[in-house]
């Protein structure tokens, strides 16, 4: 069992989603980059064999007032005795789709700190709303992750946010809380390109909080857990990256999840829904920096594939191909 304080200090080096604008005048990505389609198996009968999760940790700020209880009045809450938390048979897996939340995002401004601040927060209370749901079905324990959002910057559990030259949000396990600056997401720092010069539309940076609400998904699962483990026991630097690299893609590919749960009321025209895939191929390794978290092609495939697919079982990276995760 991975001790919680260790996890928390080193969460920044593989956590948050280290995603960076690429040089603008290169060409759009064309529409034939198909999505991962994972083998359609059947995961209704993955085995059970380790005990439920649990996440420990402090509640994050905005969080201890409005985190929810777990609903044991659901008899489906405890019908799963033990959960399977490994990374490629978890028990996640045998989860249906995210199911349709009311979600409008209005006329935000994503240079308007207050507006976007409010956005997130609200969004966020409709991705609780769908992966409640679905992780309860399967018998896992579910809570809201806690949020500090700030025009600037800040400082949290895990350490600075975002870190210096960085935009980029990230979600720390010690008090599972997602921390951002909503000045960085959209207008850049430092070298770092903000999200608002790949579009102004705040379904991008939503789709952002959505990936690092993937993270929270994952750490309640147990995957964050096992991921790191199988990192401590890695031998090679190309290893433990090949690793964060699968982890990290499979919280996009929650991420897309969410967008197509809430396309219907966002809401996600097709135009809308083109500017999303075009984000993705645009963010992923940046040149010079260590590959932990995907080509741009594969950021794009996989927020396609949870998108397209919405089902938790096709966000299965850990039985992908390794060109599909490189």
Not at 306 to 322: D, L, P, V
Request: hydrophobic content about 30%; aromatic content about 10%; glycine content about 10%.
């Amino acid at each position: 069992m991975i001790v919680g304080t260790v996890f928390g200090v080193l969460a920044l080096t593989f956590l948050g989603l280290v995603l960076v604008a690429s040089v603008l005048n290169s060409n759009r990505l064309s529409d034939t980059v198909s999505p991962v389609a994972l083998p359609t198996y059947s995961p209704s009968d993955l085995p059970t064999s380790r005990p439920t999760y649990r996440s420990s940790g402090e509640s994050g700020r905005e969080q201890s007032s409005d985190r929810e209880s777990s609903d044991t009045s659901n008899p489906q809450t405890s019908k799963a005795k033990t959960l399977n938390t490994s990374l490629k048979d978890n028990s996640l897996y045998a989860a249906q789709g995210l199911p349709r939340v009311h979600c409008p995002g209005g006329g935000t401004s994503i240079y308007s700190h207050s507006q976007l601040k409010a956005l997130i927060l609200k969004t966020s209370r409709c991705m609780d709303k769908a992966w409640s749901r679905v992780l309860r079905d399967r018998g896992i324990e579910w809570h809201r992750p806690g949020y500090a959002i700030t025009a600037t910057r800040g400082r949290g559990a895990c350490g600075d946010f975002p870190q210096a030259g960085s935009i980029v949000p990230y979600y720390c396990p010690r008090n599972t809380t997602i921390y951002a600056s909503t000045t960085a997401m959209a207008k850049g720092s430092g070298n770092s390109l903000g999200y608002g010069q790949l579009t102004s539309w705040h379904g991008g940076i939503i789709s952002m909080m959505a990936h690092e609400y993937g993270h929270h998904v994952q750490q309640l699962t147990g995957l964050s857990n096992t991921w790191w483990e199988q990192t401590l026991r890695s031998t090679s630097q190309s290893g433990k990256l090949a690793l964060s690299r699968r982890f990290e893609l499979q919280a996009t590919c929650f991420g897309g999840m969410f967008m197509r749960a809430a396309s219907a009321s966002y809401p996600v025209t097709p135009a809308q829904r083109n500017t999303l895939y075009y984000f993705y191929s645009r963010v992923g390794d940046h040149p010079g920096y260590p590959r932990d978290h995907g080509k741009p092609i594969n950021n794009n495939r996989w927020f396609r594939q949870g998108f397209e697919k919405n089902k938790t079982f096709q966000c299965n990276t850990w039985r992908a191909s390794s060109s599909t995760t490189s």
